[in-house]
């Protein structure tokens, strides 16, 4: 069929699937997905898989709080207790009652998720009433309240000390089971594809929540919230569950985050540095792009790694230049200058200025002639 010959409807949807072909996520996500299923095997290295599960971990995390902050329009500093609880319960669960088993394990999941989804109910019944920065002082403020309870009961949480559970069966660190292309199968790289394959599984149930009608709504309280009011939405409503969900997958997170490091103390997991982290990746990414998680955990959690062993480099390069040693020592300086350079560049964050960008080279909709049998035609020729 022609595209003379094509109905408004037609066209509209031809248009549709135009968008979604330019758009970069589909094929960010595809290459993300292989890239991160090949590492085991193209990179043997602890370091390299390391990096890469906490990228995995924290890009699932920072979409989880972009579903609140980007597409519900909540400005929350109280996001990362939910990854806190996660993985307290997770390791409360492991290395409090005896041998550690699957069952242990599957319990500490799922008291780590009815905590937080019924502290999230009562936070958000209570405070989100209150608008703007006066709601994202309270979460804080419960957040640092977590923080000290953690610190202080230290006959369950550790205290600072923390806790250090040992995994079961074909995730604990001493399980051998043969090879796999050549690369030792090892407990580490079973829980490497565990939690690779949970972050996959979960950014699929956001970006299903996102694209329903309850995603949608959520989006137009986001835009104008007295409008959905007078249309008959309780946003009040929609906003704790907007929240709750996205505070019941950090708590997921946080226990895949357990599983990974084998350890939880109160400033790792709780600290308001995990949450300062999650306000840079948003940013850098792109608030309210879902994915944009991705280029913000890669980028920030690459640049934490690689930028404290500039010294070592600058050691050998200029072994006979003191001053450039010393620069290198000033690692957070550089990254700060990487991040506004980030920010100036891309004021949108990347995958929302890329998007811009490719909207704008995107040529406009040219209108159609009416239909043969349309009833303006059969107007036009009477």
Same mark, same amino acid.
């Given at each position: 069929m022609s595209s003379d010959r094509l109905t408004p409807v037609q066209l509209a949807r031809q248009a549709e699937r135009g968008r979604r072909f330019?758009?970069?996520?589909?094929?960010?996500?595809?290459?993300c997905l292989v890239l991160a299923a090949l590492v085991?095997?193209?990179?043997?290295?602890?370091?390299?898989?390391?990096?890469?599960?906490?990228?995995?971990?924290?890009?699932?995390?920072?979409?989880?709080?972009?579903?609140?902050?980007?597409?519900?329009?909540?400005?929350?500093?109280?996001?990362?207790?939910?990854?806190?609880?996660?993985?307290?319960?997770?390791?409360?669960?492991?290395?409090?009652?005896?041998?550690?088993?699957?069952?242990?394990?599957a319990a500490g999941f799922l008291a780590g998720v009815a905590l937080?989804?019924?502290?999230?109910?009562?936070?958000?019944?209570?405070?989100?009433?209150?608008?703007?920065?006066?709601?994202?002082?309270?979460?804080?403020?419960?957040?640092e309240f977590a923080l000290i309870l953690a610190v202080q009961l230290t006959?369950?949480?550790?205290?600072?000390?923390?806790?250090?559970?040992?995994?079961?069966?074909?995730? &604990?660190? %001493?399980?051998?089971? #043969?090879?796999?292309?050549?690369?030792?199968? =090892?407990? $580490?790289?079973?829980? !490497?594809?565990? /939690?690779?394959?949970?972050?996959?599984?979960?950014f699929l149930v956001m970006a299903r929540f996102i694209h329903s009608p309850l995603g949608r709504t959520l989006q137009a309280i986001r835009d104008?919230?007295?409008?959905?009011?007078?249309?008959?939405?309780?946003?009040?409503?929609?906003?704790?569950?907007?929240?709750?969900?996205?505070?019941v997958v950090a708590t997921v997170l946080g226990g895949c985050y357990v599983m990974w490091v084998r350890y939880a103390n109160p400033e790792s997991v709780l600290g308001i540095h995990v949450m300062l982290d999650l306000l840079l990746m948003v940013i850098i990414g792109g608030i309210g792009t879902l994915y944009g998680g991705i280029i913000?955990?890669?980028?920030?959690?690459?640049?934490?790694?690689?930028?404290?062993?500039?010294?070592?480099? &600058?050691? %050998?390069?200029?072994? #006979?230049?003191?001053?450039?040693?010393?620069? =290198?020592? $000033?690692?957070?300086? !550089?990254?700060? /200058?990487?991040?506004?350079?980030?920010v100036f560049f891309f004021p949108k964050g990347v995958i929302g200025t890329v998007r811009d960008a490719l909207a704008r080279r995107a040529p406009s909709p040219v209108s159609s002639p009416p239909h043969p049998a349309s009833p303006l035609r059969g107007e036009e020729k009477r």
């Open positions: 330019r758009q970069p996520a589909p094929y960010l996500r595809l290459a085991p095997l193209v990179v043997p290295s602890f370091q390299v898989l390391d990096l890469a599960a906490k990228i995995a971990i924290f890009a699932a995390l920072v979409a989880s709080y972009d579903v609140v902050l980007g597409y519900t329009g909540i400005v929350s500093f109280g996001h990362a207790m939910f990854f806190g609880f996660g993985a307290y319960a997770v390791a409360l669960s492991l290395g409090k009652f005896g041998a550690p088993t699957y069952a242990h394990l937080s989804a019924t502290i999230a109910v009562l936070i958000g019944a209570f405070s989100l009433r209150v608008k703007a920065i006066f709601f994202a002082m309270i979460t804080l403020a419960f957040a006959h369950i949480t550790g205290g600072e000390d923390g806790l250090s559970p040992k995994l079961p069966g074909i995730f &604990a660190v %001493s399980y051998e089971g #043969g090879r796999l292309l050549g690369i030792p199968v =090892t407990g $580490r790289l079973v829980t !490497y594809y565990f /939690i690779l394959a949970i972050c996959l599984a979960l104008n919230e007295l409008r959905a009011e007078a249309l008959g939405f309780r946003t009040f409503v929609f906003q704790i569950a907007s929240s709750s969900f996205g505070s913000g955990a890669t980028f920030l959690l690459t640049a934490q790694t690689l930028l404290p062993h500039l010294r070592t480099v &600058a050691a %050998s390069v200029f072994a #006979g230049s003191m001053i450039m040693q010393r620069m =290198t020592e $000033r690692w957070l300086l !550089y990254f700060g /200058i990487l991040f506004i350079l980030m």
